[in-house]
Antibody, heavy 113, light 107 residues
Framework: EEHLVESGGELVQPGGSLRLSCAAS????????MNWVRQAPGKGLEWVAN????????YYVDSVKGRFTISRDNAKNSLYLQMNSLRVEDTAVYYC??????WGQGTLVTVSP | DIQMTQSPSSLSASVGDRVTITCRAS??????LNWYQQKPGKAPKPMLY???NLQSGVPSRFSGSGSGTDYTLTISSLQPEDFATYYC?????????FGQGTKVEIK
């Protein structure tokens, strides 16, 4: 069964950094666009970033441009989100999602003094 | 950015009812429209992609239609496990924006 598992979420102070990872299995990872989507507590879904299959194309929501970097390692079937200069408003569950495919279970990022 | 507006924001329905949720884009998205179901405390579940294509394992009572700026998700006969929040998402142009969600509750 196609599967995504996120990791790396934790409590961090404002201004800090965090790297999220997403491990993919049971599908040809290198063939798909991949996404990060977040959901703040009690709020709706917000698309954060995506990356094309070979990693040469990356897109971001305006609120994270210049602070977050999406990347992938197709040899390791893994997706990453490097988050710098974190703000309180970045607090959310972060989901890894495949284009037209499965989502992971999410990892919680809490930004708080 | 393309804005996605769902309606209604919430609805109450009974088991067996036909339910329709609409999603309107601020510009044409040429059918690049996905639907997701989310239950409390769970990750969103992909239901349909590219307007009308059912994801594997999704019951046939779910269907999608639309074109241009207007899209609909229809549940032909609401079942107890369908009570959830539904989101639309356009993937026509980045940022891939979501609608605000429609909560389907038990009447």
């Amino acid at each position: 069964e196609e599967h995504l598992v996120e990791s790396g979420g934790e409590l961090v102070q404002p201004g800090g950094s965090l790297r999220l990872s997403c491990a993919a299995s049971a599908f040809t990872f290198s063939s798909y666009w991949m996404n990060w989507v977040r959901q703040a507590p009690g709020k709706g879904l917000e698309w954060v970033a995506n990356i094309n299959p070979d990693g040469s194309g990356k897109y971001y929501v305006d609120s994270v441009k210049g602070r977050f970097t999406i990347s992938r390692d197709n040899a390791k079937n893994s997706l990453y989100l490097q988050m710098n200069s974190l703000r309180v408003e970045d607090t959310a569950v972060y989901y890894c999602a495949r284009d037209r495919g499965p989502w992971g279970q999410g990892t919680l990022v809490t930004v708080s003094p | 950015d393309i804005q996605m507006t769902q309606s209604p924001s919430s609805l109450s329905a009974s088991v067996g009812d036909r339910v329709t949720i609409t999603c309107r884009a601020s510009q044409s998205i040429s059918g690049s429209l996905n639907w997701y179901q989310q239950k409390p405390g769970k990750a969103p579940k992909p239901m349909l992609y590219d307007t009308s294509n059912l994801q594997s394992g999704v019951p046939s009572r779910f269907s999608g239609s639309g074109s241009g700026t207007d899209y609909t998700l229809t549940i032909s006969s609401l079942q107890p496990e369908d009570f959830a929040t539904y989101y639309c998402q356009q993937t026509y142009r980045a940022p891939d924006t979501f609608g605000q969600g429609t909560k389907v509750e038990i009447k």
